[in-house]
């Protein structure tokens, strides 16, 4: 199977490409990549106008299967994916089951074979059940294609399983990912920790217990020379924190989510549950301090946590609801519209954040269209306008704060392996 | 004058003018009380459902008288009697209630927002009758109405509020409406019970209680829970009462015509002592009477009332 990507703006951070470029996908792979191919009979779609990078990977989201598909499964969740402009997720092991054995990795992949629409990673759990005390199989879910290894929606809270965890995890050079939440410091808190949760009556969730914990995970990577990945990570400190232990050289990378660079806290203040999220959104200046981050190359990867939940469990008291927002389809038209076309970046840096960055943390041979690479492609179109409306989501779920919210800049088609998966031109 | 919305979510979206009106409202209907017929036809045939799904005597009590001596129709549906034990979302129970056809919806809630959540989801005029650690607003009220037949005005009073301003929805509502008011309010307690954030809502902030009641011409007392101890805020009820409670040495540093608030229930020996809560300077019960009064005014306000016909028989 072959296909003809002709007269787009092919942006290529790893090559250092970012020009008019035609490209030529051929058997699930990129066979060539020239200022002007001539391919006859092959099909040939003309991108003018449009850019083309290396396909978007969330590394971070929620599937919701097995245990919780009213939600979320991979079916929707994968087209969710390719309808944003993802070519790959990794999705997080708090499943019913959790992903912490051999068996459910395997199946999440064989679900994702079956019904998957993009390529799917699964995310192993650190410990057994994500009880927080016993290592779960790593070496096993590893062999079987776990990328990377995580109890998120939970904290690794015993830095002694923290410990081993990133000693273990080395054998495989898999990063182990935190939810950096020290649990003592959150004790039920619902909203970021300042002046409107106290304006709200809401209990806080300081900031300092995500510093807390970043700081904890950056001494014990340093110490053991494992890896570690801070997962949406949310407070101006903790970015400095990660900034000094990258200078330190610290095996530490972490991302930031769309939510968190678009909104405050201050989105809570009508007790709106679409606004609730862990971590929660923070005050202006974590905003800009993680703006900041993204612009001087700290962050390394923008991660959605796409955390699909069903209208009326969102439906609920603030206190009551769960946390959680959905973002694979939001996420390329918040990072075009606040990063790109707000000049914080530039489109090379978006796609470094979106696709190099995660390809590398999880060690995937993907993120680039150099000869030879999986042909897995995302095409932007910068200008094109659009109105976020849940209705039309791919997701089961809509849990979105972005609802109704104009934005300039969206993912316009998606190619995995060399097949076209989503196509709004 | 009328009220811009038809619910009393909280005092922080009323203006002074709106917080003026209930309270001159009110004045007009604090004499109902001292009658043979302690009852006004003004909301015959309407009904309201007292919905607490918190433990509450005296707010839920003096709503009531509140409803009865207007003549409206109260139907109470508290915690042991709701549905929601059953795992019933309030959603549910709201819509069950609305088909019932009430006029008001008055909410107690253990979860800050609820009655924002009805509000949103209804068609029933919703008053809050405390959520969780937000607002308590016609508490605020009753307050300012004790503090103003008092002083005479709000404005420029120096108001300290003393205890566990974290979790305390009286402390916000009353901030709110003393600040709208023009009054100057410290709040007082240990750091671990002082929220962040309170500076920018327009207080003053201290943890030395002999400071803050300085010249003080209110002195408000808050409820110590005994949870708060076990959740670690203060080591012992005793160092607590002792670091903040209400003595009479202490009063002495008020202003020598102040005014002692609670919002009750007290706990004699620990946030205030026994000889301040039944001295003179104590208004705790003037409180608690016109909580009658004022929750009168609100209903009263909300089913569209104008301030000219509440107080026709005055």
Redesign the interface.
């Known amino acids: 199977m072959r296909l003809l990507l002709r007269n787009g703006r092919v942006v290529d951070p790893a090559s250092g490409r970012d020009g008019r470029f035609d490209l030529l996908l051929e058997d699930g792979k990129v066979a060539r990549i020239e200022e002007r191919i001539a391919a006859p009979g092959v099909e040939a779609i003309d991108l003018a106008g449009l850019c083309v990078c290396p396909g978007f990977i969330d590394m971070h989201v929620h599937l919701r299967e097995p245990g919780h598909e009213w939600k979320e499964t991979i079916a929707t969740g994968t087209r969710a994916a390719a309808a944003g402009g993802f070519t790959a997720v990794a999705c997080m092991p708090n499943t019913d089951p959790p992903i912490d054995s051999r068996s459910v990795v395997e199946f999440v992949l064989a679900q994702a074979r079956q019904h998957g629409v993009v390529a799917v990673h699964p995310i192993g759990c650190v410990s057994k059940g994500q009880k927080g005390s016993e290592l779960a199989e790593m070496g096993d879910m590893a062999a079987a294609g776990a990328r990377g290894f995580s109890d998120d929606g939970k904290p690794v809270a015993s830095a002694g399983l923290m410990r081993r965890a990133l000693e273990y995890a080395r054998i495989f050079d898999l990063p182990v990912i935190d939810h950096c939440e020290e649990p003592t410091l959150v004790a039920g808190g619902v909203a970021h920790e300042g002046e409107t949760a106290t304006r709200l009556g809401l209990a806080g969730w300081p900031g300092v217990a995500e510093d807390v914990m970043v700081q904890r995970d950056i001494l014990l990577a340093d110490y053991t020379g494992g890896a570690v990945h801070v997962a949406h990570l949310s407070t101006g400190r903790a970015a400095d924190l990660v900034r000094r232990g990258k200078a330190s050289g610290v095996r530490v990378t972490c991302e930031v989510t769309p939510h968190h660079l678009a909104l405050t806290d201050e989105a809570i203040a009508s007790y709106d549950t679409n606004a609730k999220m862990n971590p929660p959104l923070r005050e202006a200046s974590d905003r800009d301090a993680l703006l900041a981050a993204i612009a001087d190359g700290t962050v390394d990867a923008i991660a959605t946590d796409h955390a699909p939940h069903h209208a009326d469990e969102k439906c609920v008291e603030f206190g009551r609801a769960p946390f959680g927002v959905v973002g694979l389809e939001t996420a390329v038209p918040i990072c075009l519209d606040r990063l790109l076309h707000a000049g914080v970046v530039g489109l090379p840096r978006i796609v470094d954040l979106l696709s190099v960055a995660p390809a590398r943390i999880l060690r995937l041979d993907r993120g680039t269209l150099r000869p030879g690479a999986a042909a897995d492609v995302t095409v932007l179109d910068l200008d094109r306008t659009t109105v976020v409306d849940p209705a039309r989501f791919a997701s089961r779920s809509a849990n979105t704060p972005f609802a109704g919210w104009t934005l300039r800049g969206a993912a316009v088609m998606t190619i995995v392996g060399g097949r076209i998966v989503h196509d709004a031109r | 004058m009328k009220l811009a919305s038809p619910h009393l979510l909280g005092i ?1 979206p009323l203006t002074a003018s709106e917080i003026g009106l209930i309270l001159d409202t009110a004045e007009g209907f604090a004499g109902i009380a001292a009658r043979e017929i302690k009852k006004v036809p003004t909301l015959r045939g309407k009904t309201v459902v007292n919905f607490f799904i918190e433990p509450s005597t005296r707010t839920r009590s003096s709503f009531e008288l509140a409803e009865k001596r207007l003549s409206a129709d109260a139907l109470n549906f508290s915690t042991s009697t709701s549905s929601l034990v059953k795992g019933e ?3 549910d129970t709201l819509r069950n209630l609305e088909a019932m056809s009430p006029d008001f919806i008055v909410i107690r ?1 253990s ?4 009655p ?2 009805l509000a ?2 209804g068609h029933t005029s919703i008053v809050n009758a405390g ?5 308590h607003p016609t508490q605020a009220l009753l307050d300012a109405f004790t503090i103003r037949r008092r002083k005479g005005r709000l404005a420029g009073l120096k108001v300290a509020i003393v205890g566990d301003i974290l979790h305390s ?1 009286v402390a ?1 509502s009353n901030l709110f409406l003393l600040r709208t008011m023009g009054a100057d309010v410290v709040l007082c307690g240990p750091p671990t019970l002082l ?4 500076e ?2 327009g207080a003053r902030v201290s943890h030395r209680m002999d400071e803050a009641i300085e010249g003080a011409d209110v002195v408000m007392m808050l409820r110590i829970q005994l949870e708060r101890m076990q959740g670690g805020f203060f080591p012992t009820l005793r160092e607590y009462a002792s670091s903040y409670g209400l003595d009479a040495s202490r009063l002495a540093r008020a202003a020598a015509d102040a005014i002692v608030m609670h919002p009750g229930p007290i706990n004699r020996g620990v946030e205030i002592m026994g000889d301040v809560a039944d001295g003179s300077a104590s208004v705790i019960l003037d409180q608690v009477k016109n909580g009658v009064a004022v929750r009168m005014a609100v209903l009263y306000l909300l089913a569209g009332g104008e301030r000219e016909a509440a107080a026709p028989e005055r």
């Open positions: 922080e979302t309030l959603l809630h979860e800050a927002g609820a924002h959540f949103r989801h959520d969780g650690a937000h607002e929805r916000r929220p962040r954030g309170l920018r809502l």
